[in-house]
Every structure is written in structure tokens, then in C-alpha cells.
Antibody
């Protein structure tokens, strides 16, 4: 069965960097686009970024563009989110998420039928 | 970006009640709308996609309707397991956006 397991969360000072990982199993990771979605404490959901199955296409929310980088290593079945220049507004649980539908090197807008359990990132001095 | 507005933000109801949540888009999204249920400390769970298609394994008391800019999620007979927060999400275009959520509480 599909499993997505995030790691790398923690407490970090404003202006510093952090990298999240999402280990995938139970499916052919290299066939599917992957997303990051976040949720600030007590708040709603915010889409962050998407990457195509082959890594060639990416898209970002305006709130993270230029600071966050989504990437993947299909040989390791792992998705990453490199977060630089963090601010207190980036404090959130970060979920990796996917739609189990092959999209052939493209990133069509989508809903999510699988989610990880989330990783908490706290930006605080 | 397309703004998604949910109402109400909180809803108090009893077991057995029929419950309706509304989601409005700031522009037409055709039928590209999903609904999720989220419980505290857990990831969201997909309930409905394409505005009215029931995700596999989701009880049929959940239903969705609408197109264009106005959508509804209906729970025909509220069960104890249904007390949670519900979110709509548009996937017509990037940036993907979610509604602010509707918390369904016990009356």
C-alpha cells in the first residue's frame, strides 16, 4: 500500500535553512508527480509546491517562491523540500501528498488521494 | 489566485442530522473541486473529487454537488465519526487553493 513518511522537521531560527524529506513506498515513485502542502498551527491548508514525476517541471506558491526548492531522487524513492530564509510565517506541519495518477512528465493541477503524516517545522528565535 | 470561501466556519449538529457545507470559488473552476475531512493531529482524507465523485471507501452518506463557482458537501445523516473539520480545494489552476475549513462540532 502507498506510504509517505516525512522527516527532517524541527526547530530552526529565522533566516536559517531546513530540508524536509518524504520517503515513498508501495508504489512506483518515478511515475507520479508529488506535492508539498502545509498547515500552520490551528489554521487551514496551504499548497506549497509540486514536481513532475521526472523532476523536469516544478511550480511553487508565491509565498515560498525563491526561498523553497522542491526536488526528488527517484533512485531513492524520496521527495525533498529545501527551505531557505525561513520566517516565523513558515511555521507549520508540512505534508507530502500525491494523486495516484500517471501524468507523463507533466504537473496538471490535482487533488490528493494520499498524504503523509506530516512533519512539524517551527521557526523561532 | 482563485479564492475559496467556505461557510459556515463552524457548525453545531447532532448525530442523525443532515449537514450541508458550502464552498464558493472567486471564479469558475468548472467541476475541479475536492472535499477533505481532517481530524486533529491527522492528515486530511479525500472524500469527494470532481465535485461529486465519491472516493473509494467513503461512506455513501457523503455527497457533493455543484459546478462553476458554488459547491456543497452534504452529510445525509451525521455519525459520531463525522465530527471533524472539512476543507474544499480547487484544482482548476495553480496555485491550488483550499477553503478556510468548516468545523463540525457536537451540539
Amino acid at each position: 500500500q502507498v506510504q509517505l513518511v516525512e522527516s527532517g522537521g524541527g526547530v530552526v531560527q529565522p533566516g536559517r535553512s531546513l530540508r524536509l524529506s518524504c520517503a515513498a513506498s508501495g508504489f512506483t515513485f518515478s511515475s507520479y508527480g508529488m506535492h508539498w502542502v502545509r498547515q500552520a498551527p490551528g489554521k487551514g491548508l496551504e499548497w506549497v509546491a509540486v514536481i513532475s514525476n521526472d523532476g523536469s517541471k516544478k511550480n511553487y506558491a508565491d509565498s515560498v517562491k525563491g526561498r523553497f526548492t522542491i526536488s526528488r531522487d527517484n533512485s531513492k524513492n524520496t521527495l525533498y523540500l529545501q527551505m531557505n530564509s525561513l520566517t516565523v510565517e513558515d511555521t507549520a506541519v508540512y505534508y507530502c501528498a500525491m494523486r495516484a495518477s500517471y501524468t507523463a512528465n507533466d504537473i496538471p493541477p490535482s487533488f490528493f488521494d494520499y498524504w503523509g503524516q506530516g512533519a512539524l517545522v517551527t521557526v523561532s528565535s | 489566485d482563485i479564492q475559496m470561501t467556505q461557510s459556515p466556519s463552524t457548525l453545531s449538529a447532532s448525530v442523525g442530522d443532515r449537514v450541508t457545507i458550502t464552498c464558493r470559488a472567486s471564479q469558475s473552476i468548472s467541476g475541479s473541486l475536492a472535499w477533505y475531512q481532517q481530524k486533529p493531529g491527522k492528515a486530511p482524507k479525500l472524500l469527494i473529487y470532481k465535485a461529486s465523485s465519491l472516493e473509494s471507501g467513503v461512506p455513501p452518506r457523503f455527497s457533493g454537488s455543484g459546478s462553476g463557482t458554488e459547491f456543497t458537501l452534504t452529510i445525509s445523516s451525521l455519525q459520531p465519526d463525522d465530527f471533524a473539520t472539512y476543507y474544499c480545494q480547487q484544482y482548476n489552476s495553480y496555485s491550488l487553493t483550499f477553503g478556510g475549513g468548516t468545523k463540525v462540532e457536537i451540539k
